[in-house]
Structures are given as C-alpha cells and as structure tokens.
C-alpha cells in the first residue's frame, strides 16, 4: 500500500519502541517523514533500519526534547521547512516513572506531566498552522489503558494520559470546520521501550497481583518485565489506518489497543 505517498508527516518519540515502528510503517507506505527523538543513537538506529528497508531517502531525523518549548519550536519549523508543509503528526514522544503515590515527588510529577502533556500540546501547537494548510490535515496523540484503567504506582502518567486524551477532543471540535482530525490511540499489553523499562521503576514492595487483571485476552508472542506483550507494530498498524483517509470518518475519539486486557 502507498497510503502516505505525497504526505509529509513528523513523528515524535520516533527512536524505540511505538515511535520507530510507526516511523518505519508510514516509510513504507511511501510518506515523506521526519523521525524526532530526544535520543540522537535511537535515532540513528531508526535511519539504519529505514535503510536496510529501502525508505532512508524519505527519512530526516532531528534531536526534539518535548520538554523544551524552544527545542519544539526550532524542530517543528524545520520539519516544516524540510518537508514544505505537514499532512500528519503523531505525537509518540513520552516517558513512565512509578511510585507510591504518597511518595511520588513533584519533581517527578512535574517531568512526566511535562514530557508527555505539555509536549504534546507544544507539538501540536506548533504544528497546527502548517496541518490547517494540508487539505487532509490530520493527529495522533498517544494516550494509554492507564487513562481510563486502574495501573497501580502510575498515577502520574495516566493522569497525563488522561489529558492527552482530553486535548484531542478538543482539538477534535475546534478544528473540525478547518477539516482538521484529531484522534488518539490508548496502548495497552505493547512492548516497547516505556515497557521494557517499567519493572524498573516500580517500588521495591509493589503488590504484584495488582497487574495480574493486565493481560490480553489475545495471544502474544513477546513479553516484557514478565507480562505478555504485543509488538509495537500492532499499534503502527492502527496509526497508519487512522492517519491515512481509510481513517477519514474519524475523529475526536480514542481507539484502544491491548488484545481485549480490558475488554
């Protein structure tokens, strides 16, 4: 398929995990992208493997801290600048630490509000003037199960996956008449980098058996700190679709991934 072919698209978080194989799947399907990422080797992997695939001549990447409002404004312009307009952003960018939430520190709410919310409204903010120029002008925000489901020791990041959530609705109806989509995918049970990478920030005593009502109904073939997973090509998959004028009816609305954990 050539969903992409002729549109021009940015995708945040784009060096592991979600970000990269969503990057490498609208490659494919013949966009013209740039992959930003505060991780510059992640990134550098991201190009290899569009290489080895055939689409590196379609693939730009800069360095982006979502964090930063003068990191955004410079990344996005030139993405802008590079691609002579934008068609799709999919804001993939974010991060994950845990604890108990009597001893969460502010510090570590304040980052991950910042990073996952606050970077995607920066992103798109940004963004927005140059998809209100595209005729099929269209975002993807990444939320999580864990704003809408109980996932213990998270509360800061599903409370900013829950205003991701709440910020693409409202994108949804303000644009609307201008012909932009807002959309929002909610992963759950995918194996990425955020993932692999959470055993390590539960507390030492964490009740275990509260993930046990965290598994996919669905059979997987990966796992990641001891749960069953799906790849992160699953979720690419639905971001294409959604992304692409097979996904043209919708909008203001999250499509949740996660083999039925929550069904």
């Not at 410079?74 to 974010?94: C, F, I, K, P």
Request: proline share 3%.
């Amino acid at each position: 398929m050539n969903r992409f072919e002729q549109r021009r698209a940015l995708v945040t978080g784009a060096a592991s995990g979600i970000g990269r194989a969503t990057a490498l799947r609208l490659l494919d399907e013949g966009a013209r992208l740039v992959a930003a990422d505060i991780s510059e080797d992640g990134l550098a992997e991201t190009a290899r493997l569009a290489e080895r695939a055939g689409t590196a001549e379609r693939l730009s990447t800069l360095r982006l801290d979502t964090g930063d409002e003068d990191s955004v404004v410079s990344v996005v312009d030139e993405t802008v600048n590079r691609l002579g307009g934008l068609d799709v952003l999919v804001n993939s960018a974010g991060i994950l630490r845990a604890a108990h939430t009597h001893e969460a520190s502010l510090e570590m709410w304040n980052r991950i509000i910042t990073v996952n919310l606050t970077g995607t409204f920066l992103v798109t903010r940004q963004a927005l003037p140059a998809l209100l120029d595209s005729p099929n002008g269209v975002v993807v925000n990444f939320s999580s199960t864990s704003a809408s489901f109980a996932h213990p020791y998270m509360a800061a990041y599903a409370a900013s996956k829950g205003g991701i959530q709440s910020f693409t609705h409202t994108l949804a109806s303000e644009y609307s008449e201008q012909g932009l989509r807002a959309v929002c995918v909610a992963p759950g049970s995918i194996k990425s980098g955020i993932t692999d990478a959470t055993p390590g920030y539960l507390p030492s005593d964490a009740d275990m058996s509260l993930f046990a009502k965290l598994s996919p109904m669905l059979a997987t073939e990966q796992r990641a700190g001891g749960a069953t997973m799906a790849g992160p090509e699953t979720v690419a998959g639905v971001v294409a679709m959604l992304a692409s004028e097979d996904g043209a009816f919708v909008t203001g609305t999250e499509i949740r991934i996660d083999g039925g954990t929550h069904a």
